[in-house]
């Protein structure tokens, strides 16, 4: 259950608001980001990677069964899905909207087109529809903060993650596990016109599925201190059900 690496503790600013009200997960599937059908060779722009991984998710979870879509002021709406809840009661919501761009270092001028992409998963026993938001808080914190969200990365939103939850912060995991990566075609590269003169297209970084693990404040700042692994550590020596969104605390003593 370790972690490969442990940035430091990213922290998303309070200025993070919808710029329209949330709306809660509403059921029903079918949208325009569906539908998987693509020529190759085509150029590859953001609305086509959010097709994709729609189907991807789509096709390894089945229909959704809900969606909320929240914008943020200066960039672009994403989408929370529900999936589920599967027959042992566990409720996905995933991210849509955070693979439109790559992610770039902070310290990056420049846009890299075959930079990593993602997207988020929070899994948990029973619907807690109103995480939606908190979701797409830390899915805009490459656009709005210009901070990659890469595993072993702690996010605090210094709020609930749910109404009533005692969980304010997560842990990022390893992708693979949960969904698998979604490769982005070779051919699938920049228009000339995208291009600087005379490079050579950029092959797209396929989109990685980050599974979100909950922490109270307690947990997130025994992470800050001795870091990924050894939060980790406690939850397994403890047997934490980290998909128990009324779990208690783990001991940090």
């Not at 150029?43 to 086509?48: I, K, N, R």
């Not at 808080?137 to 709020?159: C, F, N, Q, T």
Request: glycine residues 14%; negative net charge; charged residues 20%.
């Amino acid at each position: 259950m370790g972690a490969t690496n442990d940035p430091a503790h990213d922290t998303p600013s309070g200025a993070h608001r919808p710029h329209s009200g949330a709306s809660q997960p509403h059921g029903g599937a079918g949208h325009p980001h569906g539908g998987a059908g693509h020529p190759a060779g085509a150029d590859l722009s953001g609305d086509e990677v959010l097709r994709r991984v729609e189907g991807h998710l789509t096709g390894w979870f089945g229909p959704d069964s809900g969606r909320a879509s929240l914008t943020f002021l200066g960039a672009d709406p994403v989408e929370v899905l529900r999936f589920g809840p599967d027959p042992d009661g566990v409720v996905r919501y995933v991210t849509l909207g955070m693979a439109r761009e790559p992610m770039s270092p902070a310290e990056s001028t420049v846009r890299d087109p075959a930079g990593p992409r993602a997207e988020l998963v929070l899994s948990l026993r029973g619907r807690r529809d109103d995480a939606a938001r908190a979701l797409a808080v830390l899915a805009s914190v490459p656009v709005v903060e210009g901070r990659p969200v890469v595993a072993g990365s702690g996010l605090d939103l210094g709020e609930p993650l749910w109404d009533g939850g005692r969980f304010t912060a997560v842990l990022v995991g390893e992708p693979g596990g949960l969904v698998p990566d979604l490769p982005l075609a070779a051919g699938d590269q920049l228009s000339a016109a995208e291009r600087p003169a005379g490079a050579a297209p950029a092959v797209p970084a396929p989109v990685q599925f980050l599974p979100l693990l909950p922490m109270t404040p307690n947990e997130a700042a025994y992470k800050r201190v001795h870091g990924a692994t050894a939060i980790r550590q406690r939850w397994l020596d403890a047997g934490t059900d980290l998909r128990d969104p009324d779990r208690a605390e783990v001991g940090l003593s």
